[in-house]
C-alpha cells in the first residue's frame, strides 16, 4: 500500500557565508516570506516548513498549493528524498517518480542510451527492467540514431524528451510534479500530454504543486493550501456539478 505520512515536519536551511548581511536578508524576506531566525552559532536560518501535518492514502491526488516561497517544492523534494527532516517526521511507502527535476542525474559525455540506464537506477528500476522497456523509449522520444550519441550533442528540446521518456517507462505508486509537465514542440508534447495522463491515472498517489486551481480541479481531489511553510487549510475538492 502506497501512503505518506508526514507529523511535525519541520525542515530548515543554514544560510552560509554570508558577506553582505542586510543584502541576503532582502533577498531571502523576498524569497520565503520572511521566515528568517539565527541559530545558536549566529547563522541565518530559513525555515521552509514548519509543523506541517498530513496523511496522503493510496487513491488521493492532491493538489498542493500557494505563493511562491510557501514551501510547496521543499515538501516534494523531502517526500522525494531530496532533503531530509530538521524535526518531527516524514514516512513514505511505494515507489516513486519524480517530474520536480526530471534530467538530474545526466551526465553529458555518455550516450542518450546510458543515460537511460542512469537515470533508470535513480529512479530505482533494475537493468532488466530498463532493458525491457528501452525500446518504448527509444521509439516515444523519437531520438533514433541520437540515442547513442553523447547527451552533449543534444539540444535541451531532445534532452527533456529522453528525460520524460525515461520518467514515464514505468509505473509507480507515487507521482510528484510541480506543475503540470508540458515537454517539446505541439506533436510532441501532445503526444506528451496524453502519454502523462495515462501514467498518472495509473499512479496510486498524485502529489500536485500548482499555482492553477483549473489544474487543481482537473487532476485532483484534494487540495492542501501552504503559507509560509505551515498548513493553512485542508480540504476535499467537489466535483463540479
Known amino acids: 500500500m502506497a501512503g505518506i505520512v508526514a507529523e511535525d515536519l519541520r525542515i530548515e536551511y543554514p544560510i552560509l557565508q554570508t558577506t553582505d548581511r542586510s543584502l541576503k536578508r532582502r533577498v531571502v524576506h523576498a524569497a520565503t516570506g520572511g521566515r528568517i531566525a539565527r541559530d545558536a552559532r549566529d547563522h541565518v536560518v530559513v525555515t521552509a516548513l514548519d509543523g506541517v501535518s498530513f496523511v496522503v492514502s493510496e487513491g488521493e491526488r492532491v493538489a498542493l498549493v500557494g505563493h511562491n516561497g510557501s514551501g510547496k517544492t521543499t515538501l516534494l523534494r523531502a517526500i522525494a528524498g531530496v532533503y531530509d527532516p530538521t524535526a518531527g517526521r516524514l514516512a513514505v511507502q511505494g515507489s516513486i517518480s519524480s517530474f520536480i527535476d526530471i534530467s538530474i542525474g545526466f551526465d553529458p559525455e555518455a550516450t542518450g542510451r546510458e543515460n537511460v ?12 527492467d530498463i532493458a525491457a522497456r528501452m525500446d518504448d523509449i527509444h521509439d516515444f522520444s523519437g531520438l533514433g540514431d541520437y540515442l547513442d550519441l553523447p547527451l552533449r550533442s543534444y539540444s535541451s528540446g531532445m534532452l527533456l524528451r529522453i528525460a520524460f521518456a525515461v520518467a ?9 510534479m510541480d506543475e503540470w509537465l508540458s515537454v517539446g514542440d505541439a506533436d510532441f508534447a501532445q503526444r506528451a ?5 495515462q501514467f498518472v491515472a495509473r499512479t496510486a498517489i498524485l502529489v500536485l504543486a500548482t499555482h492553477s486551481n483549473e489544474l487543481a480541479a482537473r487532476f485532483c481531489t484534494r487540495r492542501i493550501e501552504l503559507a509560509q511553510g505551515r498548513v493553512v487549510s485542508d480540504e476535499p475538492i467537489r466535483a463540479a456539478p
Open 117 to 128: 540506464y542512469l537515470r533508470g537506477f535513480i529512479m530505482g528500476m533494475t537493468r532488466a
Open 168 to 176: 514515464t517507462a514505468m509505473p509507480r505508486d507515487i507521482v510528484l
Open 193 to 197: 500530454a496524453e502519454r502523462l495522463r
